[in-house]
Each structure stands twice: as C-alpha cells, then as structure tokens.
C-alpha cells in the first residue's frame, strides 16, 4: 500500500527506472498477491520468496536474496517503505554495496524496544541517506539523533496518497458485488475491527482480554472483523470465542475494507495504517496498543489509544464514540501528492 503510489508517481518521469522487489516477507496469497493485484500494480520484478520464520531467520533470507537483485540490477538507490524486515533487510544490503538508501515513513518512533517494528526504524534510519517524513514527530525524532537537516524532507504520508486513490476507484465501482455488502446495509451502525500484531495476538493473556473486551463492547455496538490468518489460528488454539454479534470475514482486499471502515461508527486496530487512514478520514479510531509511533493522529484528536485491558478498551470505545468527528483535523501535506513531493525531491536534487 505504501509502495503502490510511489511507483504510480515514478511513471511521470521518463528518465526513471522504478524496479519493484517484492521479498515475499507477507507469503498468505491472501494478504499479499491479492493485494498486489487490487491495488492496480505490475507484476514486481523480482520476487525474492523469502516466505515465513523468525525475525533472525527471515531477515538474511531476504539480504542474500536482494544482495543478487542489486548486483544484477546496479540501482542508484533503493528505496525501502515502512518497518518491516524487508526494510531492515534491504537497506543494510544497498548500504554495504554503496547504494544510497531513501526511507519513505521515516523518523517514526513508539519508544518500545520491545516492538521488532522499533528496532527495524532505528536501524534503517541510522543507515539511510534520504529521509521523507510523514509528521512533524518524525522530524524532530531524527533531529535528535542527529540526521542532516539537508537530508530530512516532511512529504506527508504515502498511506494518504493511495488512500484517496482507492476511494476514487471505489466511487466508480459496483459495490452491491460485494460479498458483505449486504451486512453492511442490514448493521448500518458498526465498528470496524483489526487484530494481528503478534503482542496482541500470540499471547494467550492479552488476546483473551482484547476477546472480552470486545465481546462486551458488541452487546452494544456489532463489530464487523477481517481476520488475519495469524489471529484465526490463535483463537482457536487457545480455545476464545467470540460473540455472535462480531461478524467475522476472511481476509479483505484493501479497496473492500475500505467499503467497510470509511462508515464505519468506529474502527478498533492494532495497525498503524489505519490510525493514519482514519485520521485523514475523521473517523474516530481506538488502536488496541499501549503506545503509538504516529502520535499525530491522537493529537489531532481522532485516535485514543485503548491499550489491551478490558477496562481500558471499554473506556476508550465510550470517550470515542461520544466525539465529533468533523472536528478532527486533517494533518498538513496529507493531501494525496506525498509521492510526487518525493520523486520532485529526488530528481530536482539531481540524485537519480
């Protein structure tokens, strides 16, 4: 999602060369080629397949992998999105092969090192030449631990580019082909919900909690939840069950779970996307996380931070529901061209 609208704005610039590597890190055909194709990209270039196992095991995968994409292709940068290992992974091998390093969503910080996605940003940016920043947060951040100032663009956020993008197209489309839409018109108010990170979700303790908490909140509210893959199978190991007035689906496409959250009376997630998304979208979100390396958008008041207690999580679902969502505000640059502000960057600079 992030690299879509990058590479769509590289196609404005004829003497550019965007190649996608796709490492195959999200290797459920569900949540990965589905989406590949949904969100009206190419087939990547290279497909590295590095497929699933721990942070130790999947990260050299991946750089022994790309080191031959880059020996093969001789890039003048390479461009990693996000935290994830492949941004770890891919950013390590183009800087010992003397290939500047971009980072698109730099800067951002949870100050948890007990998240992998924290330690991913850490190091990616303590390696990375050009930094393109998606709130004021991320700038400060990196200031502190002393990036160049020459080298530190606030863009806005790549999320927002694609995501006024997939409303266009969704505005077009014929939405009564929907699987679900029929529980969307028979619900009409609904809580839209997310659940996958790996703190949530792979400890029994905090998973039943978040289940409790959620199974009370529907007596009140439906809530309407995707599960991912990861989630389906902890629920079932650990024997939780959920309560009949949460709807549960299969993995969504993007465009789909679009249809759902934009109308949604309230999204609950533990994704950072999302807490982005809504923001930009004033709908009040709930993130079921104990912190938030996107503090903008609990300052721009459309994000309360849950945590994954019952209490806390009831707490946060009655203060955001009782809110006005047009009184959220929208973050500056948040308005779509995120990514030609970064390829305008790149070129005028005269780096590629």
């Known amino acids: 999602m992030k690299i879509a609208p990058v590479y769509r704005a590289s196609r404005k610039y004829t003497d550019v060369l965007c190649k996608i590597v796709h490492t195959g890190q999200h290797y459920d055909h569900d949540m990965s080629q589905t989406f590949f194709s949904d969100l009206n990209m190419p087939d990547p270039d290279h497909y590295l397949a590095a497929g699933s196992g721990s942070h130790a095991n999947q990260t050299p995968r991946i750089m022994v992998a790309f080191e031959k994409v880059c020996e093969t292709e001789q890039p003048d940068m390479v461009a990693v999105v996000g935290d994830v290992n492949s941004t770890l992974a891919c950013s390590i091998v183009a800087k010992k092969m003397l290939i500047d390093v971009a ?14 996605e924290e330690i991913n940003r850490i190091v990616t940016d303590s390696i990375t030449d050009y930094f393109f920043v998606s709130e004021p947060s991320g700038v400060e951040n990196l200031a502190r631990e002393g990036k160049r100032s020459d080298r530190i663009f606030l863009v806005g956020n790549v999320m927002i580019d694609n995501l006024f993008y997939e409303l266009e197209r969704l505005s077009i ?3 009564q082909g929907f699987s679900f839409n029929y529980l969307k018109e028979r619900l009409g108010r609904y809580i839209f919900l997310t659940l996958h990170r790996p703190s949530n979700v792979d400890s029994q303790g905090t998973l039943q909690r978040i289940t409790l908490a959620l ?5 009140e509210t439906p809530i309407i939840f995707p599960v991912h893959p990861r989630t389906k199978k902890n629920l079932s190991d650990f024997n939780l069950s959920l309560s009949g007035n949460i709807h549960m689906l299969p993995p969504l496409s993007f465009r789909e779970s679009l249809f759902l959250w934009k109308d949604a009376l309230l999204v609950m997630t533990d994704s950072g996307g999302l807490q982005e998304e809504t923001t930009a979208l004033r709908v009040p979100c709930v993130t079921l996380r104990e912190n938030t390396e996107r503090p903008i958008t609990v300052e721009q008041g459309s994000n ?19 809110r006005n969502g047009n009184e959220y505000r929208i973050p500056d640059k948040w308005d779509g061209r995120t990514s030609d502000r970064i390829w305008e960057i790149l070129t005028d600079q005269g780096n590629l």
């Open 304 to 322: 309360i931070m849950g945590g994954t207690s019952e209490e806390t999580i009831w707490d946060a679902y009655q203060k955001a529901i009782s």
């Open 173 to 175: 489309e014929d939405t």
């Open 215 to 219: 199974n009370e909140i529907s007596l």
């Open 103 to 116: 980072h698109i969503e730099a800067g951002l910080r949870s100050f948890d090192l007990t998240m992998p």
